[in-house]
T-cell receptor, first 111, second 113 residues
Framework: DQQVKQNSPSLSVQEGRISILNCDYT??????FLWYKKYPAEGPTFLIS?????DKNEDGRFTVFLNKSAKHLSLHIVPSQPGDSAVYFC??????????FGTGTRLKVLA | SQTIHQWPATLVQPVGSPLSLECTVE??????LYWYRQAAGRGLQLLFY??????ISSEVPQNLSASRPQDRQFILSSKKLLLSDSGFYLC????????????FGPGTRLTVL
């Protein structure tokens, strides 16, 4: 049972344009969500998070949107840069010490 | 500031050999500790987590085990490796507040031949 889903395994975006990565979840009890960026052969790096009491959180080029009614969150990267090319994971805190991760979306930013 | 270390960075082991991967965290006390595995082309699979010394919760039944001999030390072990144990192993830590972010170590690439 995949509680956190990233349905797009890959995404290609032109440099300077917006990248939108999507994530859906099934458990309405999740109350904290995170996005991570991962390069090959490295550990994931924390990017940005959002509490369920908010619908938007912004940090520089990264903005996370949360739509609780749709159980959907998205990460917007504007403008996209070649260095943003990586695998992006969304995660939800389950409330019992555990973080549930999606399967990741590979973003490729084309120069 | 907090840092998390994992070693070794890469490991090639024959089938049936033992395994010991170590993870240590600096700059924090009483962290929650986690072991994940990322198989090729897959997401992050939670293997074990620990909320205190000597306390281990197992998420996936398998031939791996974990131990937490000290507050900031987390060890992943196996008595006999299988081919299917190959993957990228990640250690992570979080604070004890539920809204704390989880931070990852650099990972260990394990290849079982």
């Amino acid at each position: 049972d995949q509680q956190v889903k990233q349905n797009s395994p890959s995404l290609s975006v032109q440099e300077g344009r917006i990248s939108i990565l999507n994530c859906d979840y099934t458990n309405s009890m999740f109350d904290y969500f995170l996005w991570y960026k991962k390069y090959p052969a490295e550990g994931p790096t924390f990017l940005i998070s959002i509490s369920s009491i908010k619908d938007k959180n912004e940090d520089g080029r990264f903005t996370v949107f949360l739509n609780k009614s749709a159980k959907h969150l998205s990460l917007h990267i504007v403008p996209s840069q070649p260095g943003d090319s990586a695998v992006y994971f969304c995660a939800a805190y389950s409330g019992t010490y555990k973080y549930i991760f999606g399967t990741g979306t590979r973003l490729k930013v084309l120069a | 500031s907090q840092t998390i270390h994992q070693w070794p960075a890469t490991l090639v082991q024959p089938v049936g050999s033992p395994l010991s991967l170590e993870c240590t965290v600096e700059g924090t006390s009483n962290p929650n500790l986690y072991w994940y595995r990322q198989a090729a082309g897959r997401g992050l699979q939670l293997l074990f987590y620990s909320v205190g010394i000597g306390q281990i919760s197992s998420e996936v039944p398998q031939n791996l085990s974990a131990s937490r001999p000290q507050d900031r030390q987390f060890i992943l072990s196996s008595k006999k490796l299988l081919l299917s144990d190959s993957g990228f192993y990640l250690c992570a830590w979080s604070g004890w507040e539920k809204t704390d972010t989880q931070y990852f170590g650099p990972g260990t690439r394990l290849t079982v031949l």
